[in-house]
């Protein structure tokens, strides 16, 4: 008997009747014949409206009690869930992160799965239960309740179905998959039958919202076989239509993948850019400006060194735009003041839009189109980086709809 992990966003559950829709779905796998543990997220808005009640106690929450607070949300859900599959008539059972137990290390609020013990999940699933498990949460060593930080609950989902060896691990959410950009910018963008699991690693961590890169990395390290569909169709549509709809996450490069030069255009707004100018040109100066970078838990993104000029040089690297304040600071302050800087400037009105596709491994002249495509947009690229399977530009905020359209156009991803 095939075990498949169902896992359910929070627009998935965010009404009763939703969570209702959820309990025909899964019974339906059950009916099928199918061993189902299911990972639901909390109800829509439920985390932001909990840590808001936070906020109003206290301007800087202890992170332990935010985690105690926030795992409250997904209780809620497998309970109801729980409650939903026992009125169709279904033996179900509900277990929250730390009754498994997920045990995580303690970093509150952006925890590390580092073990799941699967005995009581399995001994259900043996007695024809289906199991519903908390997502986002876990326990440390000493028991104390963690979250696995925002967007956790995807994590949650693909780590059970590792644990539990899984045919497949389904992720529902509101949209039906995964494409080759966001429709909302692109009116032709075309839904992925499948994605390599190196594609969407990179799509992810570039601002693709469809999937927590923490669970595609998952998925990529235990070779888990991860679908992307949508919760809100029937959910008494044909099984067999049901699970070859949406997005698979494959683990092996098609055949015609010397046909797919590109496979998507992402892109990500959240970006920033700190250049700091005339510093010296000697060995250590990048560490010199990333180390305190680095000490203030501020991600770096991309990076340029510039030709060394009698000596000086200008370093120039992006980070989120959350954070553009405090690293700005941070440089034109301490940094600036040890290293006899000329100056420091920054913009946060820029964003990097990313050609990606394994196809690039076997094809030439990408990164040329690419630039020819921008060239006659009149948008000027002000940093490059590039991977095996991805190249990435930084460009003025306000050209970023504009790129990503004519780039989508240029390599053909509207063609099936």
């Known amino acids: 008997m095939a075990l498949i992990v169902h896992k359910y966003g929070g627009t998935s559950m965010g009404s ?27 109800m829509s808005g439920e985390t932001n409206r909990l840590l808001g009640l936070a906020k109003e106690i206290t301007t800087e929450p202890d992170p332990r009690e935010l985690d105690m607070l926030a795992s ?41 799965i580092q073990s799941i013990d699967d005995a009581r999940v399995k001994k259900d699933l043996d007695a024809g239960r289906v199991v519903i498990i908390t997502g986002f949460q876990g326990r440390d060593a000493d028991g104390h309740i963690t979250t696995l930080g925002r967007g956790g609950s995807d994590t949650s989902a693909v780590a059970v179905a590792a644990a539990l060896k899984a045919s497949e691990c389904l992720i529902y959410t ?110 250590g100066i990048a560490y010199q400006i990333l180390g305190p970078v680095a000490e203030a838990n501020i991600e770096v993104d991309m990076i340029i060194q510039n030709q060394s000029v009698e000596g000086k040089t200008d370093f120039t690297f992006t980070v989120p735009r959350g954070e553009y304040d405090k690293a700005l600071k941070l440089i034109d302050g301490d940094v600036k003041a040890h290293l006899k800087a000329a100056h420091v400037m920054g913009d946060a009105k820029v964003s990097k839009v990313s050609v990606v596709g394994v196809g690039m491994r076997s094809h030439v002249g990408i990164a040329s189109q690419m630039f020819r495509t921008l ?20 460009i003025d905020e306000k050209y970023m709809e504009l790129a990503v359209r004519a780039l989508h156009k240029a390599f053909g991803l509207e063609k099936a």
């Open 375 to 394: 060239s006659e947009e009149g948008i000027n690229i002000q940093m490059i980086s590039t991977s095996e399977i991805k190249i990435s530009v930084l």
């Open 72 to 112: 409250t949300g997904e209780q809620v859900s497998v309970a109801l869930l729980a409650l939903a599959l026992q009125s169709l008539g279904k033996q179900a059972v509900s277990y929250a992160g730390w009754q498994v137990p997920i045990v995580t290390d303690n970093a509150y609020n952006k925890a590390r």
């Open 174 to 283: 509101d949209v039906d998959g995964v494409y080759t950009t966001d429709p909302r910018v692109v009116s032709d963008a075309r839904r992925l039958r499948t994605v390599t699991f190196e594609e969407m690693l990179e799509m992810a961590s570039l601002g693709s919202k469809v999937l927590q890169i923490r669970s595609v990395e998952f998925a990529g390290n235990y070779r888990m076989p991860t679908r992307v569909l949508s919760s809100l169709t029937d959910p008494l549509m044909p099984l067999e239509e049901e699970a070859n709809s949406g997005t698979l996450i494959s683990f092996e490069e098609d055949t015609n993948m010397e046909q797919a030069t590109i496979t998507g255009i992402a892109f990500n707004r959240d970006e920033a850019k700190i250049t700091v100018m005339g510093v010296p040109d000697k060995p």
């Open 16 to 42: 009763t009747e939703r969570i209702k829709n959820v309990a025909r779905r899964v019974a339906k796998w059950h009916d099928a014949g199918y061993q189902i543990v299911v990972v639901p997220s909390a």
